[in-house]
């Protein structure tokens, strides 16, 4: 089903009522006109795909910024029209986040694992911004829904790329919601095999029975609720195939010891109703001793609230439930909370690289969730540059880094016979400074040696001391040939 504006409008106003959706429109006007008589691989216009992300968007209540970028997207890479075109019609703000998406595009994985970690840090430190990396995500995660579009090959790279880099972010910023799911699709393609088997237990077997026993079950929930004046949702909660499939691979156990007893979640509007709810449903199934979690007075230590309970459910099979308000639930969804689990587990936090725990530490400082998704600027990164190989590797420099440190950061071989770079396929000088995002290549002859120069153009200490080795041989040599 084709996606449209009113959708999209319908969405933000259900966040927020009186939210001003006159930009909004704007922008899809903009978007629809730039992308006019292009198509997505899947045969569908292409106005399609940032609508999609940006109704994403909007389901995570990103602010209107956020949704108004992710129409505007894929706009100045796409089309003929400029990223100043943007500024001028929608501000600084918006041009700036979809300028934040631009140069994300340019961070790929091409298969060498050394350097996912480098690939991790540059996607950061390019994005800059948080909400840069939500409008990343929501894009993505559309790619992923066409994926079936794409040729083989080019499908298996976005989902190994996915996997590598994107699940793992967003594991870290706690964005539960992109990472199951971008997790679930990029199962799908990268272990086609084990999800077809795994689907079909899960989905055809047990959803089926699942969803029969859930109708049961909110057949005889849903009156007692309504009898105690409550307003709900029930939901049947499924675990992600992926999930499934990694514990399956670790503790080396069968499906069925894996499955979860059914559960269900109801989302409620006040702390109030959540108690109420619990004793609505201890009134129509008896509790299982010893399972009743009220972490709505005592939250997770990542900051998750629910009241849990598991009863003697219908046909007396064991019930679990979750009973929260809807702001718990969409918090422990989307919320980029994963900073209160950081900082109160010293053992997670030292097992990380620095860079992660500098990233968590700027979590941590942030006063909650929404302020750091709309104020955090990462500038854990400030100071780094990150320049691809030609053939794609990332290497991770200090700014001001210049062709020589690249050169010596590859392999000090090619640091000692480098004469020149190319930079962006053009010619550069040893002494120019690199930027973020430059592809090097760096032009070597045999008989090239460092020269003493090299010390005053060289930032980093490794260069510097493979040069001043370097230059201690030689010099030692050459005077010897003198003397002699
Ligand atoms: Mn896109």
Redesign the pocket.
Known sequence: MPLNLAQLLAQIKQNNPKADTTLVELAYEYAAQAHAGQTRRSGEPYIQ??LR?ALTLAQIRAENDVVIAGLL??VP??TGRPLAEIEKQFGKKIAALVEG?TKL?KVKYRGIERHTESLKKMFIAMAADIRVILIRFA??L??LETLDALPENKRLRIAQETMEIYVPIAGLLGIWHFKNKMEDICFRYLHPEEYKKLQYRYEVEQRMENQAFIKKTEEILVPKLKEADLRFEIQGRFKSLYSIFQKMQKKERKFSEIYDVFALRVIVETVADCYKTIGVIHSLWKPKPNRFKDYIAVPKSNGYQALHTAVFGPNGKVTEFQVATRKMYEKSLYGIAAHWYYKSNKKYLSKQPKWVRDILELMRQAKNSEEFVNVAKIDVFQNRIFVFTPKGDVIDLPERSTPIDFAYAVHSDIGHHCVGAMINEKIGKLDTPLKSGDTVEIITEKNKKPSRDWLKIAKTARAREKIRQSLKTNGGFMKFIKWK
Do not use: K, L, V
């Open positions: 795909h940032p992300t997207h894929d890479e796409d998406i595009s894009d993505r559309h790619n």
